[in-house]
């Protein structure tokens, strides 16, 4: 069954310290990789998506990275308004309706 | 910027009772989704519809539950009797199709039903 496990659960951060978030998954042959953000009582809003190992993509002070078993969410001297929920999911070849499996986020708090 | 609509943002109904959620998807997109999430738990699947019929649904999407495409616009979730454990957030969500190509396959979501059963 497909797994998905995000590191740390929470992290505190000061503005400007940078720092990485991590994303492990089991997956059957992995069709995508999702990065989303949440905000509290809002629904995930997309980020980032990557399709194979070493595959790299950035927005703003985000940058998501891509392995064969995990992924890192690295924020880069995060302001307060970075403060979010960040939702690692996976689509695998065999979910071919598209069915995305979620880790249980990282909550990322930054003070100014 | 399109965006996927959902309706009422905050639903109480009392244990027994039936409930439709909406949602208006992106007009473009194709394949339609409803996901929950249970208060401080993951985000989680429940169904995905694609040409007016169910492709998947997860162990959740029992018999108490059922979607619809009444029309053009719209995508319901429809719960018949509801239960304490129902209560959760609802996101639905579209995509333009499950062709990776051109990242056709990303799910955009809408802000959420919240669903309390008292």
């Known amino acids: 069954e497909d797994q998905v496990t995000q590191s740390p659960e929470a992290l505190r951060l000061q503005e400007g310290e940078s720092s990485s978030l991590n994303c492990s998954y089991t997956v059957s042959g992995l069709r995508g990789l999702f990065w989303y953000r949440q905000d509290p009582g809002k629904g995930p809003e997309f980020l980032f998506t990557?399709?194979?190992a070493g595959e790299e993509k950035e927005k703003e002070r985000l940058k998501a990275t891509l392995t064969k078993k995990e992924s890192f969410l690295h924020i880069t001297a995060p302001k307060p308004e970075d403060s979010a929920t960040y939702l690692c999911?996976?689509?695998?070849?065999?979910?071919?309706?598209?069915?995305?499996?979620f880790g249980a986020g990282t909550q990322v708090v930054v003070t100014p | 910027e399109p965006e996927v609509t959902q309706t009422p943002s905050h639903q109480v109904t009392q244990m027994g009772q039936e409930v439709i959620l909406r949602c208006v998807p992106i007009?473009?997109?194709?394949?339609f989704y409803w996901y929950r999430q249970i208060l401080g738990q993951k985000v989680e699947f429940l169904v995905s519809?694609?040409?007016?019929?169910?492709?998947?649904k997860s162990e959740i999407f029992d018999d108490q539950f059922s979607v619809e495409r009444p029309d053009g616009s719209n995508f319901t979730l429809k719960i018949r009797s509801t239960k304490l454990e129902d209560s959760a957030m609802y996101f639905c969500?579209?995509?333009?199709?499950?062709?990776?190509?051109?990242?056709?396959?990303?799910?955009?979501f809408g802000a959420g039903t919240r669903l309390s059963v008292l």
């Open positions: 999911a996976v689509q695998g070849f065999g979910d071919s309706w598209g069915k995305l499996q």
């Open positions: 519809f694609y040409n007016n019929e169910i492709s998947e």
């Open positions: 007009s473009n997109h194709l394949y």
């Open positions: 969500a579209s995509s333009e199709s499950q062709l990776v190509i051109r990242a056709k396959n990303i799910q955009y």
């Open positions: 990557l399709y194979s």
